[in-house]
C-alpha cells in the first residue's frame, strides 16, 4: 500500500476527502501534526487534507517531516494526504520542499528506512 503526498493551490474546503485539518488544530510544532493524523485514524480517514502553515521554510520542512514520519510508521493506514496552498509563494515553497506536486511513500519503505534513533 502507498500513500502520495500531494500540494495543491486553491481553497480546502472544495476538497474531496475523508478529514479536513483545521488551521486552529495545528501549531509550529510536531505534536500537533501527529494529534491530527491520530485524530484521523480514529475516524477512520484515508485522505486527509493539511492548510498550509506560514511562508517559514523550517515550518513547512518540520510539518513535512513530521507526515513522513507519521506515514512511514504507519504504512498503508492513508491513502493521500493534501497540503492546501491559497497562495503562490507557499505552493511553491511546499511544491519544492516536497520535491515535486506528489510524492508516494510506499509501505515497503517503512520496512527498510533507517532509523538511527532506535
Do not use: H
Amino acid at each position: 500500500m502507498q500513500t502520495q503526498l500531494v500540494v495543491l493551490q486553491g481553497d480546502i474546503a472544495q476538497l474531496n476527502v475523508d478529514a479536513i485539518v483545521g488551521k486552529q488544530a495545528l501549531s509550529a510544532s510536531a505534536d500537533s501534526y501527529r494529534n491530527a493524523l491520530r485524530r484521523a485514524l480514529s475516524e477512520s480517514a484515508r485522505s486527509v487534507a493539511f492548510p498550509c502553515v506560514s511562508g517559514e521554510s523550517e515550518e513547512v520542512e518540520l510539518a513535512l517531516k513530521t507526515i513522513r514520519d507519521f506515514v512511514m510508521e504507519n504504512p498503508g493506514r492513508f491513502s493521500e494526504i493534501i497540503f492546501a496552498c491559497w497562495d503562490a509563494d507557499n505552493y511553491g515553497l511546499y511544491k519544492r520542499l516536497l520535491g515535486g506536486e506528489n510524492r508516494v511513500i510506499f509501505a515497503a519503505d517503512a520496512l527498510t528506512r533507517n532509523r538511527p534513533n532506535e
